[in-house]
């Protein structure tokens, strides 16, 4: 084990235990009251948001004199004993497996990122953790502890980036074995390219912003970038079914995936040849993708890869309503002529990214915004309170993009759409990767909130985004949420038969006696809500437990028992005991 | 606690007492008119609060909107497969059926109608009494969701005076689904069409495009939030002044747009019109007897004239609490059924759904019971027709003061002054309905005439009393929903062989069944029927309830007997019919001949003189126990091929 590895073994030094991302980025308001985001490592870092107070006290009617600080440092005698099984513990160092019962490290492999699991730790509360924490370096490690698990009958439980946002990496409070996570962070190494077929083999334990750079240095990516890619792992991607920002050009993780290698209980399993596409019988990738961990470790994928592409261009437009917005969306998936990216941000998100731009540098700038704004409100007659917002992101080579921007912005003009210029559309995406951070901040100031996401074909997109809204503000009033909460969606991506769209729901809990419980019975009833709409359980964020009561209605019994038939087959003794899924 | 109620009310719990339930105030809306000036009043700015979702839309783009739908072109598509017709011409017909349907809703026709009816209701009443807080309830729900308002209908003046108290309490407009018989009054009928209302053909029941024409109108309308839409459950106006079986066709169709997800909600708010006298009173009495309906035309409107010389008392309006579809169908209907085939085709509900519809329909229809302001009168016709032979004066009263005491325990919505002595409510009343009742030498008794006039015949004058005892019956039927449970409780008590529980239960039940068509019962509900009904006459002193028995207590005759008297010219009737079909000698009754003969049996009975029961007349008495019989499976329908006439086969 080099050093460099010793320090990727322990992310928590440089990442929170009780908040999302790198520990020296974080929103802020600062002894002005104004809006901060500090650290070094994003466009918005260091900057002065000066609009974002009152956008967060007239939307949540929070004050700044309100505060919940978290608890500040782990508790680590509020950490359970670990429970190990010597003789396991004893073998995986004969074998030379890297292995800690260090608790913070066990703590820190505890939870994903719902809000639940957040909240609890920012309260100090330690629920079950793992008992162990194993770090195998290559294929044949987890080959060795997956068969030492089997013969101790110790429970595993595989850790890629930890973003999940499914209750997927919550220990079982059932369960009494010994529990192990097993953390694939020390297997991300790119093992080959192969530039005559653009394949690229990989371990699985690689984050995507490393693979993503490494490629780049030899001229190439994977495409793949979703909004959790600075710490996400590639095995967590095919293990859940990803899905990239850019999948309309690279495809969502299915599309790129070429082999996979897994490690299970009956052994390890994999096809024998890298085809591109075969027929024979159903695809075992599929029982592999999406299988949440339940079947086995993901130890190398080969993945197709792409040359870089020549030029990048953001856009953005402004359309009157969300109405006409989703509408234009659906004829450039129609004309099969979507950019690399294309999202539509409903007026709450709209006003809600105002409210995070930093302080202009300028006159001039300030000047410009307010000419743009005339012009759009006053003299377009768009409603303030309506207009929304598409942002795009086009790539490939220059020629090309131009002309396939013409022809996006030649659909929008048909549905009163406006080109609001490349700023605002690269503004968007780069709110992306800070919206995470944002949810912390909120919970500074009794705000909690989360996102979740659903699929649904085009003719009810409208009527799903508004009957999940309008039913979370319905259940939050029903509740006792005395302020109505910030309850808004966008349309993330575009298929030919549907879309993605993703919700963001938030709200003020104070005066109420158990916030969590009514934060998750409203998730609860929207689900049910997106459900009833023609919406699908999960477009990319997968089942975990949290979803879990929901599968039968979403795949019926026989689905179920299929997918059951394959557990118990590839794993009859529950060695993979997250209880995901089934 | 009335803030909560519209959150609740959505789930219409049966089980509340309506005894305890609170009413809003209601305050004459005429008052205003009487003060300042019509023409200002017609003219005034008139903006109403819209649906928040509005998309707005001229009447030409709904127009467009309907005809373009997915659905509509669709079944268009089917009907020109399936009858080789070009595809262009069923448009053009569903086009056609479109313009014979759509209303035309102008401001300007609008402003007329509130000038002239601002006149006409001055003239009427003394008074429109409206609860005011359950305007403002209508408002509310108007900007939060698509509404659908569902009066009452006694009277050709429902959907004039609905229209008119929006209008007055600037109200968004709703549009009316009106009988296709007005478009005969071609005037009239055009003033309507232009003031919101919207025909639709009374019957067309295969007719695949006329259905998918005029349910894509009525949702697209729903789903935009156009405006409220208004029609009558019980499907036509109520001759008998009973509520009507509710009709669900038309709930069917507003409902669908929730189940399909296209709205969050649809509120459904009942409205309750009652009259202290019915315009209409003497001709639903011919009606009832045989004489046919008089052909809607605009001369006979304009020989309606002299109704205006006529006192009609005061009308009462009461908006009952919306009632949320969502609330109603919370874990009853699975909305995802819907998720499988794409929405603008049309699909048969569930049969969850088709229950909730139905439930839904008589729930509302008993909401609109329970709200309808019952006068003193009402009592008082009870009693005269309790009583043939005349009551004195003073017995009169006091026995109203007692029926008065009873019907507000019972929960009745009884507008009964509290401030004036019983001498005057009931003198009030009977000056109001001098051609009904009369009062000569201290004593008061129905207004039909003892011996036959001048060159009058024994039928003639048998029918003459029968007019006058319809009409008295019309305004004691409105009271009958206070007392119908505990009524059959009472027959039930006296017939049953014991007074064990369950054989109670079982004689309530069979009165229960028979009568399901003749009074608002919901289906499914007799044992929450029979419960309501034990809990009120043990309220009342009536009767005493142990573990396993129930049986009249000591003090329980009075008001036993009243309510068994209650429901005699009923069972009499029903009693008639039974006896008429017994007697039919023909194997096969063609449907269309069974009321006359029946009517004609009923009045040999009373010439013969063994038969006192005006009301075994009543042609809707008779359907209704055809009906019942049929349910009942004592007589069976038969479909004859060649002539598609039904026809009863007695078993």
């Not at chain 1, 080969?302 to 969306?329: A, W």
């Not at chain 1, 709209?350 to 012009?375: C, E, M, N, R, W």
């Not at chain 2, 027959?491 to 054989?503: F, G, I, Y």
Request: proline share 5%; glycine share 8%.
């Amino acid at each position: 084990i080099t050093s460099h590895h010793i320090t990727d073994s322990k992310p928590q030094d440089i990442m929170k235990w009780n908040g999302w991302g790198y520990s020296d980025s974080r929103f802020l308001f600062n002894k002005k009251g104004q809006g901060e985001f500090t650290g070094k490592r994003y466009r918005l870092s260091g900057m002065i948001l000066p609009s974002l107070k009152d956008w967060f006290e007239a939307t949540f009617g929070t004050s700044l004199q309100h505060k919940t600080p978290a608890t500040p440092t782990l508790n680590v005698s509020a950490v359970p004993p670990p429970n190990l099984v010597e003789p396991f513990v004893e073998e995986l160092k004969v074998a030379g497996v890297a292995a800690s019962h260090d608790p913070e490290g066990r703590v820190f492999r505890s939870h994903g990122h719902c809000l639940h699991e957040i909240f609890a730790l920012r309260e100090g509360r330690i629920g079950r953790v793992p008992d162990l924490v194993v770090w195998p370096n290559c294929h044949n490690d987890v080959v060795k502890i997956v068969e030492l698990a089997c013969k101790y009958n110790v429970c595993l439980m595989p850790y890629g980036g930890g973003t999940s946002v499914s209750s997927a990496l919550e220990c079982p409070l059932e369960e009494t074995r010994s529990v192990v996570s097993l953390d694939t962070s020390q297997m991300n190494r790119i093992l080959w390219i192969d530039e005559k077929n653009l394949t690229v083999h990989v371990e699985a334990g690689i984050i995507g912003q490393d693979l993503e750079r490494q490629l780049n240095e030899s001229g190439y990516c994977t495409g793949h970038e979703p909004d959790s890619m600075e710490f996400s792992s590639l095995g967590g991607w095919v293990a859940t079914r990803a899905s990239g920002m850019k999948k309309n050009i690279y495809g969502n993780i299915e599309d790129l995936v070429v082999h996979i290698k897994m490690v299970t209980p009956r052994g390890v399993i994999e096809k024998s040849c890298q085809g591109p596409r075969m027929s024979t019988g159903p695809d075992i990738h599929h029982f592999i993708m999406g299988s949440e961990g339940t079947l086995g470790v993901v130890t190398e994928v080969t993945m197709k890869i792409r040359p870089l592409p020549e030029y990048q261009k953001y856009g953005s437009i402004v359309f009157p309503n969300f109405q006409q917005g989703v509408s234009c969306l659906r004829e450039v998936a129609r004309q099969r002529c979507a950019p690399a990216s294309i999202r539509l941000m409903d007026n709450e998100q709209f006003q809600f990214g105002h409210a995070l731009k930093p302080q202009v540098s300028s006159i001039f700038t300030s000047f410009l915004d307010g000419l743009k704004k005339f012009y759009i409100t006053k003299f377009k007659g768009f409603e303030p309170h309506h207009l929304c917002v598409a942002t795009l992101l086009f790539e490939g080579d220059r020629e090309k993009v131009l002309q396939h921007e013409k022809q996006v912005y030649d659909i929008a003009a048909k549905f009163g759409g406006l080109a609001a210029g490349e700023d605002n559309g690269q503004r968007g995406y780069m709110l992306t990767f800070v919206i995470a951070y944002l949810r912390d901040l909120g919970m500074d100031y009794y705000v909690i909130g989360e996102s979740f996401e659903t699929s649904v074909p085009w003719d009810r997109v409208l009527d799903l985004c508004r009957n999940v809204k309008e039913r979370i503000v319905r259940e939050c009033k029903e509740r006792g949420v005395q302020f109505p909460p910030f309850s808004t969606c966008r349309v993330t991506q575009t298929y030919d038969a549907g879309a993605c769209v993703y919700f963001y729901f938030a709200f003020n809990y104070r005066g109420l006696a158990d916030p969590l419980h009514v934060y998750e019975r409203v998730e609860h009833e929207a689900r049910e809500e997106i459900l009833a709409n023609g919406g699908s359980l999960s477009h990319h964020h997968g089942v975990g437990k949290l979803r879990k009561e929901w599968m039968r209605e979403a795949v019926s019994t026989v689905g179920l028992g299929m997918l059951q038939s394959v557990k118990e087959y590839v794993d009859p003794n529950n060695i993979f005991g997250n209880r995901n899924l089934l | 606690s009335t803030r909560r109620g519209i959150a609740t009310t959505g789930r219409l719990n049966p089980k509340v007492n309506p005894g305890l339930k609170k009413r809003d105030e209601l305050e004459d809306m005429l008052e205003e008119r009487r003060r300042s000036s019509d023409a200002r009043h017609a003219l005034r700015c008139y903006a109403p609060a819209v649906y928040k979702g509005l998309a707005p839309r001229e009447v030409s783009a709904l127009r467009g909107a309907v005809l373009q739908s997915d659905a509509l072109q669709h079944v268009i598509g089917q009907v020109s497969a399936e009858c080789g017709e070009r595809r262009e011409l069923v448009q053009e017909e569903a086009a056609h059926l479109l313009d014979e349907m759509a209303h035309r809703l102008r401001l300007g026709t609008v402003r007329f109608f509130a000038y002239v009816l601002s006149k006409v209701f001055k003239t009427l009443f003394r008074s429109v009494r409206v609860n005011e807080e359950g305007v403002q309830r209508l408002q509310q729900a108007i900007q939060d969701h698509p509404v659908v308002l569902l009066p009452s209908h006694r009277s050709y003046m429902d959907f004039l005076m609905m229209s008119y108290i929006l209008y007055t309490y600037d109200l968004a407009l709703p549009v009316i689904a009106a009988g296709m018989d007005f478009m005969s009054m071609k005037v009239v009928g055009e003033m309507l069409r232009m003031s919101g209302a919207f025909f639709i053909r009374r019957s067309f029941g295969g007719d695949k495009l006329y259905w998918a024409v005029f349910s894509e109108y009525v949702k697209t309308m729903l789903r935009t939030g156009y405006a409220p839409i208004e029609f009558f459950l019980e499907g036509t106006r109520s001759r008998t002044g009973k509520s009507l079986t509710p009709k669900t066709g038309l709930l069917n169709i507003v409902m669908e747009p929730f189940f399909k997800g296209e709205v969050f909600d649809i509120h459904l708010v009942p409205v309750s019109i009652s009259y202290d006298r019915i315009l209409e009173e003497s001709l639903y009495a011919r009606e009832l007897l045989g004489v046919p309906k008089p052909k809607e035309t605009t001369s006979g409107l304009l020989k309606a004239r002299q109704i205006l010389r006529e006192d009609y008392g005061v009308m009462h309006v009461y908006f009952g609490h919306p009632v949320s579809v969502r609330s109603l169908a919370q874990g009853r209907v699975k909305r995802s059924q819907y998720n499988l085939v794409p929405r603008h085709i049309p699909q048969r509900p569930c049969l969850a759904a088709q229950a909730l519809v139905g439930e839904a329909a008589f729930r509302l229809v008993r909401l609109q019971e329970q709200a309808m302001v019952l006068r003193p009168w009402t009592l008082v016709a009870t009693l005269l027709l309790q009583n043939p032979d005349g009551m004195d004066l003073p017995v009169l009263e006091e026995q109203a003061a007692w029926l008065r005491r009873l019907a507000l325990s019972f929960g009745a919505f009884l507008d009964w002054p509290d401030c004036k002595p019983c001498r005057e409510v009931v003198g009030a009343g009977l000056a109001l309905h001098k051609n009904l009742a009369r009062v000569s030498g201290g004593r008061v008794r129905l207004a039909v005439a003892e011996t036959p006039g001048v060159g009058q015949t024994a039928e003639e004058l048998a029918f003459d009393r029968a007019v006058g005892v319809l009409s008295c019956a019309s305004y004691r039927n409105q009271i009958l929903h206070v007392f119908i449970r505990p009524a059959l409780l009472s027959v039930a008590l006296r017939t049953a062989n014991s007074s064990r529980k369950d054989e109670v239960y079982t004689c309530f039940n069979f009165l229960w069944t028979v009568f399901s068509n003749e009074f608002i019962l919901c289906p499914g509900a007799s044992v929450q029927d029979f419960e309501e009904a034990c809990y009120l006459l043990g309220k009342c002193c009536a009767v005493q309830e142990s573990q396993q028995d129930i049986v009249m207590s000591e003090g329980g005759h009075a008001t036993l007997a009243f309510l068994r008297a209650l429901l005699d010219p009923f069972l009499q009737g029903y009693q008639v019919v039974c006896q008429y079909l017994c007697k039919e000698t023909e194997e096969n009754l063609r449907e269309n001949k069974f009321v006359p003969a029946a009517r004609n049996f009923a009045l040999q009975l009373i010439l013969a003189g063994t038969l006192k029961c005006y009301e075994a007349l009543s042609s809707d008495l008779q359907k209704n126990a055809l009906a019942a019989l049929v349910q009942l499976e004592a007589v069976t329908k038969v479909k004859v091929i060649p002539t598609q006439k039904p026809v009863h086969a007695r078993l």
